[in-house]
Protein backbone atom coordinates (compact mmCIF):
# COMPACT_ATOMS: atom_id res chain seq x y z
CA UNK A 1 0.00 0.00 0.00
CA UNK A 2 1.26 3.43 -0.74
CA UNK A 3 2.21 5.56 2.54
CA UNK A 4 0.19 8.23 2.60
CA UNK A 5 0.95 11.83 4.46
CA UNK A 6 -1.56 10.99 7.20
CA UNK A 7 0.17 7.59 8.12
CA UNK A 8 2.54 9.37 10.78
CA UNK A 9 -0.48 10.85 12.55
CA UNK A 10 -2.19 7.74 12.76
CA UNK A 11 0.19 6.12 14.24
CA UNK A 12 0.32 9.13 16.88
CA UNK A 13 -3.64 8.22 17.17
CA UNK A 14 -3.37 4.79 17.74
CA UNK A 15 -1.21 5.89 21.23
CA UNK A 16 -3.63 8.56 21.80
CA UNK A 17 -6.47 5.79 22.08
CA UNK A 18 -4.30 3.54 23.66
CA UNK A 19 -3.44 5.70 26.24
CA UNK A 20 -6.96 7.02 26.68
CA UNK A 21 -6.79 10.21 25.64
CA UNK A 22 -10.42 10.29 24.83
CA UNK A 23 -12.03 9.41 27.84
CA UNK A 24 -12.74 12.53 29.69
CA UNK A 25 -13.75 14.58 26.52
CA UNK A 26 -17.20 16.44 27.07
CA UNK A 27 -19.59 17.60 24.56
CA UNK A 28 -20.53 21.02 25.74
CA UNK A 29 -16.67 22.94 25.97
CA UNK A 30 -15.76 22.99 29.10
CA UNK A 31 -14.05 26.87 28.82
CA UNK A 32 -17.29 27.27 27.18
CA UNK A 33 -15.44 28.87 24.13
CA UNK A 34 -15.81 28.89 20.52
CA UNK A 35 -12.59 29.94 18.48
CA UNK A 36 -12.60 30.81 15.18
CA UNK A 37 -9.32 31.51 13.74
CA UNK A 38 -6.95 30.71 10.51
CA UNK A 39 -6.03 27.64 9.26
CA UNK A 40 -2.13 28.66 8.92
CA UNK A 41 -0.18 25.62 10.54
CA UNK A 42 1.60 28.44 12.95
CA UNK A 43 -1.91 28.96 14.51
CA UNK A 44 -3.27 26.50 16.36
CA UNK A 45 -4.86 26.86 19.24
CA UNK A 46 -4.32 23.63 20.64
CA UNK A 47 -0.78 24.75 20.93
CA UNK A 48 -1.00 29.06 21.64
CA UNK A 49 -4.05 28.63 24.22
CA UNK A 50 -3.21 25.42 25.83
CA UNK A 51 -6.31 24.01 24.70
CA UNK A 52 -7.00 20.54 26.01
CA UNK A 53 -9.50 17.81 24.26
CA UNK A 54 -13.06 19.47 24.72
CA UNK A 55 -12.10 22.80 25.98
CA UNK A 56 -13.45 24.33 23.01
CA UNK A 57 -14.94 24.54 19.41
CA UNK A 58 -12.81 25.90 17.27
CA UNK A 59 -13.52 26.52 13.32
CA UNK A 60 -10.58 27.35 11.22
CA UNK A 61 -10.60 28.50 7.98
CA UNK A 62 -8.92 31.40 5.11
CA UNK A 63 -7.98 34.26 7.67
CA UNK A 64 -9.93 33.17 10.53
CA UNK A 65 -12.84 35.15 8.90
CA UNK A 66 -16.11 35.80 9.76
CA UNK A 67 -17.83 34.23 6.77
CA UNK A 68 -21.78 33.36 6.15
CA UNK A 69 -20.77 29.53 6.74
CA UNK A 70 -19.52 30.32 10.56
CA UNK A 71 -21.82 32.59 11.49
CA UNK A 72 -24.28 29.68 10.53
CA UNK A 73 -22.20 27.62 12.68
CA UNK A 74 -21.88 30.11 15.58
CA UNK A 75 -25.60 30.28 15.33
CA UNK A 76 -26.67 26.43 15.44
CA UNK A 77 -24.29 26.00 18.28
CA UNK A 78 -26.58 28.96 20.11
CA UNK A 79 -29.03 26.92 18.88
CA UNK A 80 -28.18 24.15 20.64
CA UNK A 81 -26.92 25.99 23.89
CA UNK A 82 -30.06 27.16 24.18
CA UNK A 83 -32.03 24.31 24.27
CA UNK A 84 -30.34 23.14 27.70
CA UNK A 85 -29.48 26.75 29.23
CA UNK A 86 -32.78 28.50 28.87
CA UNK A 87 -31.05 31.96 31.25
CA UNK A 88 -27.67 33.43 31.44
CA UNK A 89 -24.82 33.75 29.23
CA UNK A 90 -24.38 30.98 26.32
CA UNK A 91 -20.57 30.69 25.45
CA UNK A 92 -17.81 33.27 24.06
CA UNK A 93 -16.91 33.49 20.42
CA UNK A 94 -13.31 34.61 20.44
CA UNK A 95 -11.95 35.67 16.84
CA UNK A 96 -8.54 35.52 16.35
CA UNK A 97 -6.28 37.01 13.59
CA UNK A 98 -2.65 36.63 13.26
CA UNK A 99 0.24 38.85 11.76
CA UNK A 100 1.86 37.47 8.49
CA UNK A 101 -1.51 35.86 7.31
CA UNK A 102 -1.06 34.60 3.96
CA UNK A 103 -4.78 35.68 3.35
CA UNK A 104 -3.22 38.78 3.02
CA UNK A 105 -2.48 37.27 -0.70
CA UNK A 106 -6.29 37.87 -1.43
CA UNK A 107 -5.46 41.91 -1.64
CA UNK A 108 -2.88 41.15 -4.37
CA UNK A 109 -4.74 42.22 -7.73
CA UNK A 110 -3.57 39.71 -9.94
CA UNK A 111 -4.29 36.72 -6.85
CA UNK A 112 -7.19 37.69 -6.28
CA UNK A 113 -8.58 37.64 -9.90
CA UNK A 114 -7.70 34.20 -10.53
CA UNK A 115 -8.79 32.84 -7.16
CA UNK A 116 -12.19 34.36 -7.88
CA UNK A 117 -12.38 32.68 -11.44
CA UNK A 118 -11.17 29.54 -9.99
CA UNK A 119 -13.79 29.32 -7.15
CA UNK A 120 -16.11 30.89 -9.36
CA UNK A 121 -17.00 33.63 -6.96
CA UNK A 122 -17.20 37.57 -7.05
CA UNK A 123 -14.23 39.47 -6.78
CA UNK A 124 -15.65 42.11 -4.56
CA UNK A 125 -16.61 39.66 -1.90
CA UNK A 126 -13.07 37.94 -2.02
CA UNK A 127 -11.03 40.80 -1.45
CA UNK A 128 -13.01 41.64 1.71
CA UNK A 129 -11.19 38.34 2.92
CA UNK A 130 -8.12 39.73 2.95
CA UNK A 131 -5.90 40.11 6.21
CA UNK A 132 -3.54 42.66 5.85
CA UNK A 133 -4.33 44.34 8.96
CA UNK A 134 -4.93 42.13 11.39
CA UNK A 135 -6.21 44.66 14.21
CA UNK A 136 -8.31 45.80 11.70
CA UNK A 137 -9.58 42.93 10.51
CA UNK A 138 -10.54 41.25 13.78
CA UNK A 139 -12.36 44.64 14.57
CA UNK A 140 -14.66 44.37 11.42
CA UNK A 141 -15.40 40.23 12.18
CA UNK A 142 -16.84 41.09 16.04
CA UNK A 143 -18.56 43.70 14.50
CA UNK A 144 -20.42 41.43 11.83
CA UNK A 145 -21.12 38.54 14.39
CA UNK A 146 -22.58 40.88 16.85
CA UNK A 147 -24.42 42.35 14.29
CA UNK A 148 -25.97 39.51 12.87
CA UNK A 149 -29.76 38.28 14.06
CA UNK A 150 -28.97 34.86 13.97
CA UNK A 151 -26.28 35.50 17.04
CA UNK A 152 -28.30 35.71 20.50
CA UNK A 153 -27.24 38.49 22.82
CA UNK A 154 -26.44 36.14 25.64
CA UNK A 155 -23.25 34.76 23.06
CA UNK A 156 -20.55 37.05 23.85
CA UNK A 157 -17.70 37.78 21.22
CA UNK A 158 -14.06 39.15 21.78
CA UNK A 159 -11.00 39.78 19.36
CA UNK A 160 -7.93 39.25 19.47
CA UNK A 161 -4.86 39.27 17.52
CA UNK A 162 -1.81 36.58 17.74
CA UNK A 163 1.49 37.57 16.97
CA UNK A 164 3.45 34.73 15.25
CA UNK A 165 6.73 36.06 16.15
CA UNK A 166 6.26 36.97 20.05
CA UNK A 167 3.69 33.93 20.59
CA UNK A 168 1.56 36.32 22.33
CA UNK A 169 -2.36 37.27 22.07
CA UNK A 170 -3.20 40.74 22.00
CA UNK A 171 -7.17 41.53 23.11
CA UNK A 172 -8.90 44.12 20.80
CA UNK A 173 -12.28 44.00 21.54
CA UNK A 174 -14.82 42.63 23.40
CA UNK A 175 -18.22 43.10 23.11
ZN1 LIG B 1 -3.54 33.20 8.34
Redesign the pocket.
Known amino acids: MTTLNIDPALERNRAFAAAGGHKDAVVFPSLRLFVVT???PR?DPAHFLGLGLSDAMVVRN???RVTPEVINDVAFISQITESVMPDGPLFEVAVI??TQ???GALADDAFRRRYAERISADESTIREHA?VDPIQSVTHDVERLRSSPAISPRVAVSGHVYDVVTGLVQTICRS
Do not use: K, S
Open positions: CLDVVGGHHCGAV
